[in-house]
């Protein structure tokens, strides 16, 4: 077993930043990917980057490329997610998640971290 561990969110004013940190523990020798998805009140959980040990790649949502970036810490499986250029549209719950493949569906997840940003 995988378990997830978030931190990082809070309020901000639009063109603001924010960094959230996504701690893994247990089984981590097994992960191959960690994510992070988000979802706003009255809508569906999206998409908002990945990272990829095995490759060392990244990939993000259009809607947050170019402002918001994915990074690692080997030794403490952890990543990050840089946000900067918040708008009020990426206020929403953020969890991040972890799967054993570099493809396919997460099965392991956080309990999330509320991001808001006031306009």
């Known amino acids: 077993q995988v378990q997830l561990g978030e931190s990082g969110g809070g309020s901000v004013q639009a063109g603001g930043s924010l960094r959230l940190s996504c701690a893994a523990s247990?089984?981590?020798?097994?992960?191959?990917?960690m994510a992070w998805f988000r979802q706003a009140p009255g809508k569906e959980r999206e998409f908002v980057a990945a990272f990829t040990w095995s490759l060392g790649s990244t990939s993000y949502a259009d809607s947050v490329k170019g402002r918001f970036a994915i990074s690692r810490d080997n030794a403490r499986y952890t990543v990050y997610l840089q946000m900067n250029s918040l708008k009020p549209e990426d206020t929403a719950v953020y969890h991040c998640?972890?799967?054993?493949?570099?493809?396919?569906?997460?099965?392991?997840w956080g309990q999330g971290t509320q991001v808001t940003v006031s306009s």
């Open positions: 998640a972890a799967r054993t493949s570099v493809s396919g569906s997460y099965g392991y």
């Open positions: 247990g089984r981590t020798l097994s992960i191959r990917t």
